[in-house]
């Protein structure tokens, strides 16, 4: 029996919950069975109580607030554990039309997606500022350069993974997991996609960050940290070429100005210092890109066997 399970990570949902259960749909084409998991992540309200008393299949507390990147992954964990064949992630403020969840693991049903990312239509939200908007789209143009992927909504919460897909997922940052988990799959090369879907009227403010300022910094900050976790050599390689490059330019004007001398009292030792320090910058650089990348490679050898014990535990072959 196929099994859909709707994970919803919550954080003092008790107003927009109910909303958001009725809003999701019951029966999906593809799935014997369409199951809702509530991630409580430490909420102080009656999101728990009210989880229940709107039907919520499965209810898993956190214990305390651990953020809502770990809140994902500890849904993710329990709905494999519940025999789910795909998951599917929406937000508890009802963000993301209910309905659509059809629409969205529709490309993982007929075998054409491993993970289906949710398109907003970020430019007709009129509850988005026009700064909001230009930061949408550049943030999922620096995710589709970095991630190799095409999605056009990148920071999107309203995503489905089958199986295989979610088995693989690991997320290290607390803040966010849109941003990470992309950025991995394409690395893992997974078959990532996106579909048109349509967007709720808004419930509540944000509770993520703070200001958009503290949005930016924090997310170019996980894209930085991800991608250098993934591609460590080219990172370095990036940073140490360019500093022995003009460290070998101003090598070469020492050596001319050295062997055909100008003023014969100027040694130009300045310039050979200069010289010298960012030629060591980018030797030292390129050593680090390439012990990182060694260390990169024995991480994935990690997952890899974290994949196969997840995998084991949740009762695959």
């Known amino acids: 029996m196929r ?3 709707i994970q919803i990570p919550c954080l003092n949902e008790e107003e927009t919950l109910p909303v958001t259960l009725r809003d999701l749909p019951k029966a999906v084409p593809g799935f014997e069975a369409v199951e809702y998991l509530v991630i409580d992540d430490g909420s102080t309200d009656r999101t728990v ?3 229940r008393e709107c039907g919520a299949h499965h209810i898993l507390s956190m214990g305390k607030r651990s953020g809502l990147a770990r809140a994902f ?3 993710v964990e329990q709905a494999l554990t519940l025999g789910a064949d795909v998951i599917v992630n929406t937000d508890g403020d009802n963000q993301y039309c209910g309905a659509d969840v059809t629409v969205l693991v529709e490309p993982i049903v007929s075998g054409k997606a491993d993970m289906v990312i949710g398109a907003r239509p970020i430019k007709d939200i009129e509850h988005f500022s026009p700064l909001k908007k230009v930061l949408q789209f550049f943030g999922s143009a620096v995710l589709r350069q970095v991630s190799g992927t095409s999605v056009s909504d990148a920071p999107s919460g309203f995503r489905a993974y089958d199986r295989e897909a979610a088995l693989r997922l690991n997320v290290f940052s607390r803040f966010t997991y849109t941003m990470e988990t992309l950025i991995q799959a394409g690395r893992l090369g997974v078959r990532v996609t996106s579909v048109p879907i349509r ?6 403010e944000s509770r993520l960050f703070k200001g958009m300022l503290g949005y930016v910094s924090r997310s170019l900050t996980t894209i930085l940290r991800v991608y250098v976790l993934y591609s460590p050599l080219r990172f370095f390689l990036w940073l140490g070429t360019p500093c022995m490059a003009i460290g070998a330019g101003f090598m070469f004007r020492w050596l001319y100005l050295y062997f055909n001398p100008v003023d014969p009292h100027r ?3 300045p310039s050979l210092i200069f010289a010298s320090v960012l030629i060591l910058m980018g030797v030292q650089l390129c050593a680090l890109g390439i ?3 060694l260390v990169s490679k024995n991480r994935m050898l990690l997952e890899d066997l974290l994949y196969r014990e997840r995998k084991r535990s949740c009762g695959g072959s």
Request: cysteine-free; proline content about 0%; hydrophobic content about 50%.
């Open 3 to 5: 099994k859909l399970i």
């Open 49 to 51: 109580e009210v989880a």
């Open 73 to 75: 992954m500890a849904g």
């Open 199 to 204: 967007v709720n009227g808004k419930l509540r």
């Open 267 to 269: 040694t130009h030792v």
């Open 291 to 293: 012990i990182s990348d």
